[in-house]
């Protein structure tokens, strides 16, 4: 795969060598900046305002004079970390932090062990049925979260469920994925069923770019199969399962739609679930923007931070040519 | 791009390579695309049923009632399923398609020229695909609340159009595919850097920009929170809120329960279809880059 090398490989004519400011300020294309104008205005519209005014308000709140009614009666103030001090305190938003890392702690191995095994089996030139598998097990990412959240919505219920049917069949009572300690799984299944196929490709496309003649090599010196899959070829896609494990990560702090969806089928997911729903109640229900976006951004700076780190942990590799 | 499309391996057909078909990777792999057939094949088997049926017989047993459940559902207050799926379109389909425009533009951009300011402009936007989508739901409501455009399709539309991953994707591609040679060639002969970018560079990138065209359709496809708090008119919604909408009615109308399966496999179906037709054109470059290093 050739694709990466972005830098402008062959350049002839605008090639100036990367920190030298350019010497003659007439030379300055302008056409560059006409190219970037609409994605620079829709970044700052759409992103670094609301990330600004949102930081902004965290640090705001509202102080109340008597019973609150009439006009001036309340009044936005400077709240200084209070907003802070009160999402980190709040319980509500510490038990939806520590469900969502447990619930990330199943779904992104899971989903990445999946991902992998059926990348390497999509590439064995033993396994026969690949083109198939390979088209069914990727077009769950074709359906929005929210539809397959409703359809195994209602897979779930005893009733419909065909697993909770073959089990009565032969008298076995299964576990109902959506009771109080399984909610969570019930979830991490669909976010599973959504993202196996995605990560599968990526990981698919990684080791369909070793050359070949590495594998024959390994044969000639009577390698298995596994054993060419499990020296070679997973250590060659380690920096796209880092990759995909920042996305997964990312997703999973995110988690709204799938736990928003099923709720009324189940009495079990509380409007706290997630920390995104809670942001959700806090700014929509409760009415608390201001606390709404002290959690919004607690939750933007973890997420970054997190992926960040990550990426940093793993010595940048993923961007590191890209990063210059 | 050495490789626009996944070509299947071409084995090479050595003795080595022909080995006898392992069968326990092949049932494992049959049991994952089983696995992600359960519910596609369960909705296209529910949405044959009455309501009566979806909780009384067997759930893969197919009945008749299709026609009627579709009819039930266009009937839904005159026809508002339909008004949401016109919706779903405009805003995944004009969304991508002017979101591509412009990632193109700024991907070619950072790609073929060196001007002051690019290394921070990339470092932003790679910063922006790292905090992406929803967490920003909540602040961009407060934005345009202040505003007062909530409620109005802009409210979906102008967020979607932004896409730091396909910008960095664009930029990707037009370095691969676009040589420097074409450009000066183009510029020798009097082409203008906008009819250099319309009539050279975009043409050399169209595998790139189909891709990046169907990444963000299904970003902003798959994107349930910002309409859901963007938007109160029912009649604006997309067909995913409209359907979590209806699924919440389910919980005192049971016989909604038929229109929102009916409703899921008619709202999947063309996707499906796109995705099936498209397919050759997913890629995923960004991880091949991390390979490459």
Redesign the interface.
């Known amino acids: 795969?050739?694709?990466?090398?972005?830098?402008?490989?062959?350049?002839?004519?605008?090639?100036?060598p990367?920190q030298t400011?350019?010497r003659r300020r007439s030379r300055?294309?302008k056409?560059?900046?006409?190219?970037?104008l609409?994605?620079?205005f829709?970044?700052v519209?759409?992103?670094a305002?609301?990330?600004l005014?949102?930081a902004y308000?965290s640090l705001r709140t509202v102080k109340v004079e008597g019973l609150g009614l009439g006009p001036g009666a309340r009044t936005e103030v400077w709240a200084g970390l209070e907003n802070y001090a009160g999402t980190l305190t709040d319980r509500d938003f510490l038990s939806s932090v520590l469900r969502v890392l447990g619930y990330g702690l199943v779904v992104i191995p899971v989903m990445l062990g999946?991902a992998l095994?059926?990348a390497l089996?999509?590439?064995?030139?033993?396994?026969?049925?690949?083109?198939?598998?390979r088209?069914?097990?990727?077009?769950?990412?074709?359906?929005?979260?929210?539809?397959?959240s409703?359809?195994?919505?209602?897979?779930y219920?005893p009733?419909?469920?065909?697993f909770t049917?073959a089990a009565d069949q032969v008298g076995v009572t299964l576990p109902q994925p959506m009771a109080p300690g399984l909610v969570l799984f019930g979830i991490a299944n669909i976010a599973v069923?959504g993202g196996?196929?995605?990560n599968m490709?990526?990981?698919?496309?990684?080791l369909?770019?070793i050359p070949?003649e590495l594998y024959?090599a390994a044969?000639?010196d009577g390698c298995s199969?596994v054993q060419i899959a499990w020296r070679i070829k997973v250590p060659?896609?380690i920096?796209?399962l880092?990759?995909?494990s920042?996305f997964g990560m990312?997703t999973t702090?995110?988690v709204?739609?799938e736990p928003?969806?099923l709720r009324?089928?189940t009495n079990n997911i509380s409007t706290s679930w997630s920390p995104?729903m809670m942001?959700?109640r806090d700014?929509?229900t409760r009415n608390d923007?201001y606390s709404?976006?002290a959690t919004?951004v607690v939750?933007?700076v973890a997420?970054?931070v997190l992926?960040?780190g990550f990426l940093r942990l793993v010595q940048n590799?993923?961007?590191?040519?890209?990063?210059? | 791009?050495?490789?626009a499309t996944?070509p299947?391996?071409t084995?090479?057909t050595?003795g080595?390579?022909?080995?006898?078909?392992?069968f326990v990777?092949?049932g494992?792999?049959?049991v994952?695309?089983v696995?992600?057939?359960?519910?596609?094949v369960?909705?296209f088997m529910?949405s044959t049923k009455s309501s009566s049926e979806?909780?009384?017989t067997?759930?893969?047993a197919p009945s008749g009632n299709l026609f009627s459940n579709i009819s039930d559902l266009s009937s839904y207050r005159d026809g508002l399923f339909w008004r949401w799926m016109v919706n779903t379109a405009l805003y995944a389909g004009v969304g991508a398609g002017l979101s591509t425009v412009?990632?193109a533009?700024?991907g070619?951009?950072?790609?073929?020229?060196?001007?002051?300011g690019?290394?921070v402009?990339?470092?932003?936007?790679?910063?922006?695909v790292?905090?992406?989508?929803?967490?920003?739901a909540?602040?961009?409501?407060?934005?345009f609340a202040?505003l007062g455009l909530t409620n109005t399709y802009w409210a979906v539309l102008?967020?979607s159009?932004?896409s730091?991953y396909g910008?960095?994707l664009a930029?990707?591609?037009v370095?691969?595919a676009v040589?420097?040679?074409v450009i000066?060639a183009a510029r020798t002969d009097g082409a203008k850097?906008l009819r250099v970018?319309s009539s050279i560079v975009m043409p050399m990138m169209v595998p790139g920009l189909v891709t990046i065209f169907l990444f963000q359709f299904?970003a902003i496809?798959?994107n349930?929170?910002l309409p859901?708090?963007m938007l109160g008119d029912d009649k604006l919604f997309p067909v995913?809120?409209g359907?979590?909408g209806l699924?919440?009615q389910?919980?005192q109308q049971p016989a909604m329960?038929t229109l929102?399966?009916t409703g899921?496999l008619l709202?999947?179906l063309p996707?499906?279809a796109?995705?099936?037709l498209l397919?050759r054109f997913?890629?995923?470059?960004?991880?091949?880059?991390?390979?490459?290093?």
């Open positions: 795969m050739t694709s990466i090398t972005s830098e402008p490989n062959s350049g002839t004519v605008r090639r100036v990367d400011p350019p300055v294309p056409a560059p900046y006409a190219f970037v609409p994605a620079v829709l970044f519209f759409s992103i305002i609301p990330i005014y949102t308000l999946l095994l059926f089996l999509l590439d064995s030139v033993r396994v026969r049925a690949r083109r198939f598998s088209l069914v097990i990727f077009m769950p990412y074709a359906v929005p979260a929210v539809i397959s409703l359809l195994w919505g209602f897979l219920l009733a419909v469920s065909p049917y069923w196996v196929g995605f490709i990526v990981l698919y496309t990684a369909r770019s070949t024959e044969r000639i199969e060659i896609v920096p796209s880092i990759m995909t920042v990312i702090l995110q709204f739609a928003t969806v009324p089928l995104l942001i959700y700014a929509f923007i709404a976006s919004s939750l933007a997420t970054f992926s960040f590799r993923a961007f590191a040519q890209e990063n210059r | 791009m050495s490789t996944l299947d391996r084995t090479g050595s080595t390579a022909r080995q006898r078909p392992s990777g092949t494992l792999l049959v994952g695309a696995y992600c057939l359960v519910p596609v369960w909705v529910a979806l909780f009384s067997f759930t893969y412009v990632s533009m700024a070619y951009a950072m790609a073929k020229f060196r001007f002051p690019r290394g402009l990339f470092n932003v936007l790679l910063a922006g790292l905090v992406p989508g929803v967490v920003l909540v602040p961009q409501y407060l934005l202040k102008l967020p159009l932004i730091p910008i960095y930029r990707i591609y370095s691969a040589p420097d040679e000066e850097d970018f299904v496809w798959n349930f929170m859901f708090v995913t809120v359907l979590s699924l919440n389910g919980s329960y929102v399966i899921a709202s999947i996707l499906l796109l995705f099936l397919q997913w890629q995923v470059d960004l991880a091949a880059g991390a390979v490459k290093s």
